[in-house]
T-cell receptor, first 115, second 112 residues
Framework: EAGVAQSPRYKIIEKRQSVAFWCNPI?????LYWYQQILGQGPKLLIQ????????DSQLPKDRFSAERLKGVDSTLKIQPAKLEDSAVYLC?????????????FGPGTRLTVT | GQNIDQPTEMTATEGAIVQINCTYQ??????LFWYQQHAGEAPTFLSY????GLEEKGRFSSFLSRSKGYSYLLLKELQMKDSASYLC?????????????FGAGTRLAVHP
């Protein structure tokens, strides 16, 4: 079974520029998550999709971050404009539907450096 | 509020046993997860507890006490490859949607 795919793996941009990340979840997984992981910290949930609907975006900085999941499969996360504090690894994860033991499978992440 | 605490760093010797503790305060509880994350890699699932008690899986075991808001991950027969960060994550009640809140992670260094 193919895992969660993400691209690009690395990105370096200057502050105030824009950047987009792409994620393809495990086939059949209805739930997709975007996390931000700053060095030395645990992952922080930015947004959670159930199929193509948003179920939690309470920690997404909506003035600069946006995300979409068209057709309930692939997803993109965009930052516009980027700030220095956005330097982090952006992890995408997917899982099945429901509650309980729903292991989240993580992609390799995109390491973003904002200079 | 929601809070998850775990030690920042631990060291141990190859072949030994180490226990990584996690305490949590969340609004509701749907289960507690442990993930392993090697440097520069994605987190990978280790264990899940929703009821009190010990879950054993090979060299790794995880314990939960819901009344105390406490869990630990026990690693036996430590190997060098166990050097990694160990993330405690809690699934709070979230209206039927699975959601995880992660602690900052415990960085474990295994020495020969």
């Amino acid at each position: 079974e193919a895992g969660v795919a993400q691209s690009p793996r690395y990105k370096i941009i200057e502050k105030r520029q824009s950047v987009a990340f792409w994620c393809n979840p495990i086939s059949g997984h209805a739930t997709l998550y975007w996390y931000q992981q700053i060095l030395g910290q645990g992952p922080k949930l930015l947004i959670q999709f159930q199929n193509n609907g948003v179920v939690d975006d309470s920690q997404l900085p909506k003035d600069r971050f946006s995300a979409e999941r068209l057709k309930g499969v692939d997803s993109t996360l965009k930052i516009q404009p980027a700030k220095l504090e956005d330097s982090a690894v952006y992890l995408c994860a997917s899982s099945g539907t429901g509650t309980g033991n729903l292991e989240q499978y993580f992609g390799p992440g995109t390491r973003l450096t904002v200079t | 509020g929601q809070n998850i605490d775990q030690p920042t760093e631990m060291t141990a010797t190859e072949g030994a046993i180490v226990q990584i503790n996690c305490t949590y305060q969340t609004s509701g509880f749907n289960g507690l997860f442990w993930y392993q994350q090697h440097a520069g890699e994605a987190p990978t699932f280790l264990s899940y507890n929703v009821l009190d008690g010990l879950e054993e899986k090979g060299r790794f075991s995880s314990f939960l006490s819901r009344s105390k808001g406490y869990s630990y991950l026990l690693l036996k027969e430590l190997q060098m490859k166990d050097s990694a960060s160990y993330l405690c994550a809690v699934s709070p009640f979230s209206g039927g949607y699975n959601k995880l809140i992660f602690g900052a992670g415990t960085r474990l260094a295994v020495h020969p």
